[in-house]
């Protein structure tokens, strides 16, 4: 008796602590390499690239420390530096794939201007003839200098009546293409990408951001005064923030400027690919919108949309935006769907603290940091190479060797998506239906899996054509039949011979 | 449902009002008019419809192409997802009898929930085969599939309205207003459940921290 009462005490005792215990709040350790599934979940991933080396102005031996650096630029195995702070630009070279060294500093040119230095120079151009074309921010000009520095010409705020005319042309960023025609972004400036003829001579704006607005906001700016709506913010596109000419000629821009309700439910593109006549012609065939991180919740301190602050395309067509909010490299294959996500805030070797730029030098990346004044390294892991491969070998047409490199992905990471969809391409370009379309299956990719359905349905039917037709013969004929039957059988019966026999 | 069949004659009589079932949907005043006035549906068959419907949902979900049903499987709640049949199934009958006996209607309440049973027939009816066709389409061409589940959709919904005017005998004005009024009356249920339960959380809840608070100075 006195047992059960002791018993009974516990577990009244046991149920009390339970309502004490707090559960411990298990709060995932995010990963620093990801990837979004078809659910949008995150899924964590090996990583594709690792740091190789970071440069900082004392490993680059640099005599004056940089300062907020802004424009990082890749020509062939030169890699330019815009120290906007100390209003140069530091020409760096790639002797081996571990180092980078100083080749020259340029702080003036010659030629026959008033000023011949840099005002917090933010991004540098090079042509195919060796000509830089410099953003001079301070100085409102953009430059064009020969490869010995020799001043050429320079591109002033454009000659255009609707530009307000207290306006300070501020060129940021700026790219230009094979024709050495110009395009730059200038501050303020939201109408699309200033563009230049080779001569000099200012030719339009293209690639104007569409104008995103609520129909709310429109109601209301429809009952609101005069005086309300001049405080109202106005419908303006954005500005874009950075952009790339990629090996094909066309212009990848970002922005990072938008309203992060329009950036959630995809109105407003942060990246475009814009074609000479200044149309997006961006591929959106990915599961979920380009924008970086799907999730804008508060997380260590940092909320809201991933903030694109530059980008670059890779020569598989792969394009990596970088993400100014959270720290990140965000990777896209040319259907825009995610090929890897990583990178973070921080001090360690790999993450940011103000990330401001990035180009590439074949696969290896390079990411410039303003605030570390420092170049930070990136080279593809084995994993990250393997994933290059397969896309490579696919678009070369070695479907085989695709799949299996694919395969070899995917054992790696068998959460990873763009694995199992590569397996099926490959499968569907061999002609294996039927397996193609359990990968496709297994991904939710409807469109390749009808493609791979359609072909196997069709081969399926002439198979079977002789079987099919027997079938539809016999659903026809064998009630056609029976019919008869029973009539000739009626009839034999109720002839008019037997009647008379059997009376 | 099933100890009557002991009968053969039951039995006759169930696959007899089951049959009925088809003869609702093709003439949908004449039968509903029956069921209940020349006693033509019994709650067995409308046990089974219902039923099938429920299965038919349940396995729609597994058996349906993924062109047409994604399914997160980890979030899936099959009783959660039963509910989503029966708690509206539920309401619309409570509330229906509810108002409707206030304002004439002749139906009880068992004769509500048979008609409306009735009513869910084309759902599983095309629910099945096309969930079978489905597997046997591409992408182009599943507009066939979207538009013949939402029109077996849209089939039940009507013969659900014509079926209560049919046995609370109402004219088709009236039977249009009380629908309308049914509806809000599930949308009033739904708030005072809503109340209901969120003050028994509230109450729970505040015993919960009578007791901690306890334990925590003991």
């Known amino acids: ?503 | 449902m099933f100890a009557a069949f002991t009968k053969k004659e039951s039995i006759h009589k169930y696959i007899d009002s089951l049959k009925f079932a088809l003869y609702c949907m093709s003439h949908p005043l004449d039968g509903f008019w029956d069921l209940t006035h020349e006693k033509r549906g019994t709650y067995a068959a409308a046990n089974t419809i219902l039923i099938l419907t429920l299965m038919v949902r349940i396995m729609r979900l597994r058996y349906t192409s993924f062109l047409f049903v994604q399914v997160y499987w980890e979030d899936l709640n099959i009783f959660l997802y039963l509910a989503s049949i029966l708690f509206p199934l539920a309401l619309w009958v409570v509330g229906n009898w509810a108002l409707t006996t206030l304002f004439d209607g002749k139906g009880r309440l068992g004769q509500v929930y048979m008609a409306t049973c009735y009513g869910l027939a084309p759902y599983p009816l095309f629910g099945f085969p096309m969930m079978i066709f489905s597997n046997f389409v591409t992408v182009e061409e599943g507009a066939f599939y979207s538009v013949l589940s939402v029109f077996s959709l849209i089939y039940a919904a009507i013969l659900v309205v014509v079926a209560m005017g049919q046995i609370h005998e109402y004219s088709a004005s009236k039977n249009i207003l009380f629908t309308v009024a049914t509806l809000f009356a599930m949308l009033v249920m739904i708030f005072i459940l809503m109340i209901f339960f969120s003050m028994i959380s509230q109450g729970v809840a505040y015993f919960i921290s009578l007791g901690k608070e306890m334990l925590f100075r003991m």
């Open chain 1, 1 to 503: 008796m006195k047992k059960r009462l002791v018993r009974i005490l516990t577990s009244i005792c046991a149920v009390g602590m339970a309502f004490l215990y707090v559960l411990p709040v298990s709060a995932k350790e995010s990963s620093y390499s990801y990837n979004y599934d078809y659910w949008g979940d995150v899924q964590d991933a090996p990583s594709s690239y690792a740091v190789c080396r970071v440069f900082t102005s004392s490993d680059l031996g640099l005599d004056v420390n940089m300062k907020n650096p802004s424009g990082l630029t890749v020509v062939g195995d030169l890699v330019y530096i815009c120290d906007s702070g100390n209003n140069r630009i530091i020409e760096c070279k790639r002797p081996t794939p571990q180092t980078l060294e100083v080749n020259r500093i340029i702080d003036s040119f010659t030629g026959d201007v008033a000023v011949t230095t840099f005002n917090n120079p933010t991004d540098i151009a090079v042509s195919a003839e060796g000509c830089f074309f410099i953003a001079d921010n301070g100085n409102a000009r953009v430059l064009k200098l020969d490869k010995d520095l020799n001043y050429l010409m320079e591109f002033t705020k454009p000659d255009d009546n609707t530009l307000n005319a207290d306006l300070v042309f501020q060129p940021t960023k700026l790219t230009i293409d094979t024709a050495d025609r110009l395009y730059c972004i200038a501050t303020g400036i939201n109408k699309g990408l200033v563009k230049y003829e080779a001569d000099g001579t200012f030719s339009g704006f293209v690639g104007a951001t569409k104008v995103t607005y609520d129909w709310t906001d429109y109601i209301w700016k429809k009952f609101a005064t005069q005086e309300q709506r001049a405080l109202m913010a106005s419908f303006v596109p954005t500005e874009y923030d950075n952009l790339y000419m990629d090996h094909e000629g066309f212009i990848y821009a970002c922005t990072g400027s938008a309203e992060k309700d329009d950036i959630r439910n995809g109105s407003a593109d942060v990246v475009r690919r814009i074609n000479l006549i200044g149309n997006d012609i961006l591929v959106r065939n990915g599961d979920w919108y380009i924008i970086g991180d799907l999730y804008m919740g508060n997380g260590g301190g940092y909320e809201g949309a991933s903030y694109f602050t530059d980008i670059t395309c890779l020569e598989n067509d792969i394009y990596i935006c970088l993400d100014r909010n959270r720290g990140r490299l965000f990777g896209y294959d040319d259907q825009g769907k995610m090929v890897f996500a990583f990178g973070g805030n921080g001090n360690m070797d790999g993450y940011f603290r103000r990330p401001a730029a990035i180009d590439h030098m074949g696969y290896d990346l390079l990411v410039l940091d303003s605030l570390d004044c420092a170049v930070t390294l990136f080279t593809p892991t084995e994993f990250g190479s393997l994933v290059y491969d397969a896309i490579d070998q696919f678009d070369d047409g070695k479907y085989e060797e695709s799949g299996n490199t694919w395969r070899q992905v995917m054992n790696m990471d068998g959460n990873y998506d763009l694995a199992y969809i590569g397996i099926g391409r490959s499968l569907l370009r061999q002609e294996e239906y039927h397996e193609a379309m359990d990968y496709f299956e297994l991904k939710y990719d409807a469109d390749n899996w009808s493609k791979a359905y359609k072909q196997y349905r069709k081969e399926w039917v002439e198979e079977h054509i002789v079987i099919i037709i027997i079938v539809l013969l016999a659903v026809v004929l064998i009630p056609l039949g029976i019919g008869k039957f029973k009539a000739l059988k009626h009839e034999i019966d109720t002839a008019d011979i037997f009647t008379i026999n059997q009376k």
